[in-house]
T-cell receptor, first 112, second 110 residues
Framework: EPEVTQTPSHQVTQMGQEVILRCVPISNHLYFYWYRQILGQKVEFLVSFYNNEISEKSEIFDDQFSVERPDGSNFTLKIRSTKLEDSAMYFC??????????FGQGTRLTVV | GDSVTQMEGPVTLSEEAFLTINCTYTATGYPSLFWYVQYPGEGLQLLLKATKADDKGSNKGFEATYRKETTSFHLEKGSVQVSDSAVYFCALKSRRALTFGSGTRLQVQP
């Protein structure tokens, strides 16, 4: 089965630092997403991306967050100045128009 | 807004026991409903889905029926195995991206 790949699997960063979480979606997919799950809480939608622009974003996705598709394969989530409350598992997902979403294995971000 | 409520875990069962994980939802319109599973150390995998009322999704012995009248999508399995130990997420999709429940951890003991 095709896979969405995320790197790194675990990232530890100091408060105030910038982090970039990386994802390689499935190659023929057109829609890309970031979700996050704070420990013990729900999986929450952050942002969706289509045709090289953000198509939708949640209230969580404020000015500290940005997404990019810098080349034909990577899809990145940048947090500009991390806060303690950004500590969470971040999931990338992708899908083609008529198919289900495929999720990556997640990146655990720990802000200290 | 859209929301999904699932029973809190952990749910601990013996092998071959019957499993029910309750899920109810609130949504505008007619959402599609999903169950995702997360095995230890892995990402979210789609387990089953249903796209309209009275549809039954099924996979790997798991079933869930889309009940519009009770806004529910309960997950069931007649005989669980140790390998079913995982976290199960109920989710819906209406207009936007997926809205997830909080997840229910299932532990199956031999």
């Amino acid at each position: 089965e095709p896979e969405v790949t995320q790197t790194p699997s675990h990232q530890v960063t100091q408060m105030g630092q910038e982090v970039i979480l990386r994802c390689v979606p499935i190659s023929n997919h057109l829609y890309f997403y970031w979700y996050r799950q704070i420990l013990g809480q729900k999986v929450e939608f952050l942002v969706s991306f289509y045709n090289n622009e953000i198509s939708e974003k949640s209230e969580i996705f404020d000015d500290q967050f940005s997404v990019e598709r810098p080349d034909g394969s990577n899809f990145t989530l940048k947090i500009r100045s991390t806060k303690l409350e950004d500590s969470a598992m971040y999931f990338c997902a992708s899908n083609s128009p008529l198919d289900r979403a495929f999720f990556g294995q997640g990146t655990r971000l720990t802000v200290v | 807004g859209d929301s999904v409520t699932q029973m809190e875990g952990p749910v601990t069962l013996s092998e071959e026991a019957f499993l029910t994980i309750n899920c109810t939802y609130t949504a505008t319109g007619y959402p599609s409903l999903f169950w995702y599973v997360q095995y230890p150390g892995e990402g979210l995998q789609l387990l089953l889905k249903a796209t309209k009322a009275d549809d039954k999704g099924s996979n790997k012995g798991f079933e869930a029926t889309y009940r519009k009248e009770t806004t529910s999508f309960h997950l069931e399995k007649g005989s669980v195995q140790v390998s079913d130990s995982a976290v199960y997420f109920c989710a819906l999709k209406s207009r936007r991206a997926l809205t997830f429940g909080s997840g229910t951890r299932l532990q199956v003991q031999p």
